[in-house]
Every structure is written in structure tokens, then in C-alpha cells.
């Protein structure tokens, strides 16, 4: 079958099994999105390894914890939360929202996160009442595969029509491509080529921008504290979330100590200037993010740019004077290795972080390490980023958690500085058409023209 004509059909098995999943009520709904997500989470560490070995990159451990985290925290968000039919009412304002879905959800996946991806959105798509079809990275597969196999034999015994969740087994650019143009909506997490053909494909796309987190550390915070967050950060899953910070910047005075604190924690220090050449020629060649290096351990990134580490070396953080566009080190690195800079004062500070997010990493997101509110305020209104987490773990609590208010989420929208249609962590509201019913305002004041203009 030639490709559109196989990508047609299973978008008309999928618009069926919406058409028959629409009828649902809203607890019928919410035990087939409750039954995907628990299914996922009793299979994270078996899911975790196929994962790991498919692609090679990350660590094992640590994607048992994202598949079993993610699971967890975007249940407790939707449980309970109208999705169907009449959502809310608003009589000061005369209105009635009524929730309808979209319909078929093309849900595009990245390598780094084959089963966490298609599981959120899955989980969100269908608290909407919509069906899915995830396109999994092809170095992916076979994850993805299991993934959407684990959660359709759960959400059957809940009485989910066949088809509500589709994946194509042999994925391919152009197969991408021709779900992104014949379903309904789509949600493209991966590399900017592809979020880039989702906004091309003629039909509304939600997409994902690049990240390069920023970690901005003030003077009244407890140093040895900020690097366990920092170093965790860093290393999770060997850095390949978009999420993960990339640099930190302290002040001059505590940079020293900052330096000592990661070295603790099993960072290996790098200041001389051939050492920092080799990692940049290793990590950047031809100005472009070496592929290979993307969820490796350090040792082996340090192997590779000739480098001699302790066996113990958990991540690699590199001393830089410059930054921006004057400097490759300081854009995104999808493995552990991360630059630290320091600062006279919080406005140089948060210069630098702005400078690197403007060359790249626009609308993601950032760290902030303070208790001072005023400095908070300053950095939020300077930084162009979507997410400012506070004096917590980045690669974690960008993407919401059980103790932030940030909707759980592995599609990480970036605004308009990242290309993006939405500047927030997307859920399930952003794949639901609302209707809005209005009524007469009841004794509503209706002022005169004098009482408009007055100033």
C-alpha cells in the first residue's frame, strides 16, 4: 500500500474508534485514561530497558523513574477534572463552556524520550475524548511499540473501542508527514526539522522548542544545596532531556566553592584552555551538536575528546569566560557536561543567562536558586523563557511535578521564541475545542459613553 493511502487508513480506523469513544462519559473516559497511565507505570522498568538498549542513550535507572513519574503526577492532575460535555460555568459572566474534542491527535516522538512521550500525550489526548496515532522515532520503535501495546491491552479491559491508540510500526519521514496533514491536530515533541513540518502540515500542530536551561544562583542561598540540585539535574538520564540544566552562574565569591561542591558530586573541572578546546571540538564539530555524544557518560565524552577522567566521573563542568553567540559551550548539550560562570553582580548574572537563551534555547526554561523575591522579579521580567522554576531540580520541575504547580507534561511549549504555538507545558485543555454559550448578563451595568473614556 502505498504510503498515503496506508497513513488514510489509519486515520479512518482511528476517526472511528473517536466517533465511538466520543459517546463515553466522563467516568467512562477517565478509567481509560486512569488504565493507560497504570499500565505504564507497572511496566516502567521493563519499558525503561527496551528503551535504553533501542537507543543507547540515557540511563536505564533513571528512565524507570520518568516513566513511572510522569504516569503518576499526570494522573493526579486529571483525576477528577471535567473534560466532557459542559466543563464550567460562569454565571457573573453569563456563560457555559462545553468541551468538544478534536478529534484524531498525530502524536510525533523523539529518541531521548521513546515511552514517557507517547504516554503523556496519549493520556491527555484522550481525557478530551480524542484518538491517537504516535509516530515513533525510527532509532525508537520498538518501545514506542511496546509502549502503546501495554497501554491498548489495559484501556481494552475498560471497554476503549479498538484503534483508540494506533502507532505505525515502521516510522519514516514521510510517513510523519502525511499524519501530521491528515489528522485532526497534531503534537510534535522532537528535533526543530520536525516541529517545524508540523506547523507546515496545514492542520494546527502544537510543537516544542529547544532548550538550553539556565541556572541562576543567588548569595543567599547555601552552595553545597544548589549543586546536589544542579548536579542531579545535570545527570539525569546522562542529560538528554531538554529540560536538563546546561550551565550554572554564581557569584565570584562563591564560585570556588561552587567548583568544590560539584567535584564532591563527581564532576570533573575543566579550565585549561586545551582541555576546554578539546570538549568544544568534540561536542561542536562544524558548529553543529555532535550526535554521537547525545546520552553518553561522561567517561566516555571525556574518551572521546582525549581527555583522562577518574572512572567516578559522573559529569563534566567546564569553566567559560564568554558567552552567547562568542561562545559553542554555552548552547545546549544533550549529554552530562555543563559550563559554570560567575558574576560581580545579579544584574551581570542574569545578562549572561539572557544572552545564552537568545542564541539558543529561547521560551524553554530556566532556573533561578534564590530566596530574594525582588531578584526573582527582576530575572523573570528579563528572561525569555516560558519557565522559571525556583530552588528546585530543573530536568524535573520544568515538566511539573507533584510539588509544583506546572502542568505535568513532556511537550514543553516555548511561545513565539521558540516557534511555538503556546508558551506552557501542554494538557489536556490545549486539544479540546470549548464552545462558550451566552447569556444576558442579568442587571448588568451598561456605563455611558463618559464613564468609558473617563481616565
Not at 519499558?47 to 499526570?74: C, H, P, Q, W, Y
Not at 563542568?317 to 561562545?327: M, N, R, V, Y
Request: aromatic letters at 6%; glycine letters at 8%.
Amino acid at each position: 500500500m502505498e504510503p498515503k493511502a496506508y497513513v488514510q487508513s489509519l486515520v479512518d480506523a482511528s476517526r472511528k474508534a473517536q466517533e465511538i469513544f466520543a459517546a463515553f462519559s466522563q467516568e467512562q473516559v477517565d478509567a481509560v485514561v486512569r488504565a493507560a497511565g497504570k499500565a505504564v507505570y507497572d511496566s516502567a522498568e521493563y519499558l525503561a530497558k527496551l528503551a535504553a538498549e533501542e537507543t543507547g542513550m540515557g540511563r536505564f535507572e533513571d528512565k524507570i523513574l520518568k516513566n513511572r513519574g510522569k504516569s503518576k503526577v499526570t494522573w493526579h492532575r486529571l483525576k477528577g477534572v471535567k473534560s466532557r460535555g459542559i466543563i464550567r460555568r460562569i454565571p457573573e459572566l453569563g456563560l457555559v463552556e462545553v468541551a468538544h474534542p478534536m478529534g484524531v491527535i498525530g502524536v510525533i516522538c523523539p529518541t531521548t524520550n521513546p515511552t514517557m512521550t507517547p504516554l503523556h500525550n496519549s493520556m491527555v489526548a484522550l481525557k478530551g475524548g480524542n484518538s491517537v496515532i504516535v509516530c515513533p522515532h525510527p532509532r525508537a520503535k520498538k518501545a514506542g511499540m511496546e509502549t502503546v501495546r501495554v497501554m491498548n491491552e489495559a484501556i481494552a479491559k475498560e471497554g476503549a473501542p479498538e484503534n483508540l491508540i494506533q502507532i505505525v510500526p515502521e516510522p519514516a519521514m514521510e510517513i510523519s508527514g502525511l499524519v501530521m496533514a491528515l489528522c485532526d491536530m497534531c503534537v510534535s515533541t522532537g528535533g526543530a526539522g520536525m516541529v517545524k513540518a508540523a506547523y507546515s502540515s496545514g492542520k494546527p500542530a502544537f510543537g516544542v522548542g529547544q532548550g538550553n536551561v539556565q541556572s541562576l544562583v543567588d548569595r543567599d542561598m547555601n552552595i553545597a544545596d544548589v549543586a546536589e540540585k544542579i548536579v542531579a539535574g545535570r545527570t539525569y538520564d546522562l542529560g538528554v532531556l531538554c529540560s536538563c540544566e546546561q550551565c550554572v552562574i554564581c557569584p565570584e565569591e562563591n564560585y570556588d566553592e561552587m567548583v568544590a561542591e560539584l567535584k564532591k558530586r563527581g564532576a570533573y573541572y575543566v579550565e585549561k584552555k586545551e582541555e576546554v578546546d578539546a570538549m568544544r571540538a568534540m561536542l561542536f564539530p562544524d558548529n553543529m551538536l555532535n550526535r554521537d555524544s547525545v546520552g553518553l557518560e561522561a567517561v566516555r565524552l571525556a574518551k572521546m575528546a582525549g581527555i583522562a577522567v577518574p572512572p567516578s566521573t559522573r559529569l563534566i563542568a567546564i569553566k567559560l569566560e564568554k558567552f552567547g553567540k562568542d561562545e559553542q559551550l554555552a548552547r545546549e548539550k544533550l549529554c552530562p557536561v555543563m559550563t559554570v560562570y560567575s558574576y560581580k553582580t545579579w544584574e551581570e548574572g542574569v545578562n549572561i543567562a539572557r544572552t545564552n537563551l537568545l542564541n539558543e534555547g529561547a521560551g524553554h526554561s530556566a532556573t533561578i536558586h534564590s530566596h530574594n523575591a525582588g531578584n526573582v522579579d527582576y530575572a523573570a521580567l528579563r528572561l525569555p523563557v516560558s519557565r522559571i522554576t525556583i530552588n528546585q531540580t530543573g530536568s524535573n520541575s520544568v515538566g511539573g511535578t507533584l510539588v509544583n504547580g506546572l502542568n505535568p507534561t513532556g511537550t514543553l511549549g516555548c511561545g513565539s521564541w521558540g516557534n511555538n504555538s503556546a508558551s506552557e507545558n501542554l494538557w489536556f485543555h490545549h486539544l479540546i475545542n470549548i464552545s462558550r454559550v451566552s447569556y444576558i448578563i442579568e442587571d448588568a451595568h451598561v456605563p455611558t459613553d463618559e464613564e468609558i473614556w473617563a481616565k
